[in-house]
């Protein structure tokens, strides 16, 4: 019986996967912004308005869903003009270069890496210090997630996985199945061990981009 939704990955950098609901998810984030030019007919869907015909002014300030705010950016028109959300300024990046380990990243953003990538895809003299300081983040904790995910064979997770963001979760849940499909395989449950599906859907997009 096949199933009736195979998950789809996320997508990698500056391009999201529409096919992946926690891109979907990830673009409904809200970033801070300011109207730079009258937006007609969106204040009620961005619940400044009472009636479906009312515009917002110039001038406004704005928390915008990020998809909307993509659509509207210009470089040129200046339609919108939109701030960083204070997990991705100096004053927390300075705290990720110290010890990025110590933050709770499930509580500051769940779609941390993901929604920090976005980012770039505005005009910001900040963004080579985000990108570094978002790849930096990754490599640091990358070895604690994956190494506790091998120490917690048969264990109650919830606590280990809590200050995790949703990359860091699949991560982890691709570790532990791993070390379960290993136990298995080891006890003669298992005829082979399969790759993760993280590891093949990296490979095909590899692939992919290569024969581009």
């Known amino acids: 019986m096949s199933e009736?939704?195979?998950p789809?990955?996320?997508?990698?950098?500056?391009?999201?996967?529409?096919l992946s609901l926690d891109d979907i998810l990830?673009?409904?984030?809200?970033?801070?912004?300011?109207?730079?030019?009258?937006l007609p007919r969106l204040a009620f869907a961005l619940g400044q308005g009472a009636g479906t015909g009312?515009?917002?002014?110039?001038g406004s300030k704005l928390e915008i869903p990020l998809w909307l705010a993509k659509g509207l950016h210009d470089s040129k028109r200046r339609i919108i003009s939109v701030e960083l959300p204070k997990i991705y300024k100096e004053a927390w990046r300075t705290v990720f270069s110290?010890?990025?380990?110590?933050?709770?990243?499930?509580?500051?953003?769940p779609y941390y890496y993901g929604f920090g990538s976005q980012l770039l895809n505005?005009?910001?003299?900040e963004n080579p210090e985000i990108a570094q300081t978002i790849l930096?983040?990754?490599?640091?904790?990358?070895?604690?997630?994956?190494?506790?995910?091998?120490?917690?064979?048969?264990?109650?997770?919830?606590?280990?996985?809590a200050r995790m963001d949703e990359l860091?979760?699949?991560?982890?849940?691709?570790?532990?199945?791993?070390?379960?499909?290993?136990?298995?395989w080891e006890k003669g449950q298992a005829s082979q061990i399969t790759a993760s599906s993280l590891v093949q859907n990296y490979g095909k997009r590899k692939f992919t981009d290569m024969d581009g």
Request: charged letters at 25%; proline letters at 4%; a negative charge.
């Open 168 to 184: 860091e979760r699949a991560l982890f849940r691709a570790g532990q199945k791993g070390l379960n499909d290993f136990q298995s």
């Open 8 to 18: 789809v990955g996320p997508g990698l950098g500056l391009e999201e996967n529409f």
């Open 98 to 109: 110290a010890d990025a380990n110590v933050v709770d990243l499930h509580k500051m953003g």
């Open 54 to 58: 009312d515009a917002i002014p110039e």
């Open 122 to 125: 505005f005009d910001n003299p």
């Open 136 to 161: 930096q983040t990754f490599i640091s904790r990358f070895r604690r997630i994956m190494d506790s995910s091998q120490n917690a064979y048969n264990e109650d997770t919830s606590v280990l996985v």
């Open 4 to 6: 009736a939704y195979f």
């Open 26 to 38: 990830m673009s409904q984030e809200k970033l801070p912004g300011r109207a730079e030019s009258s």
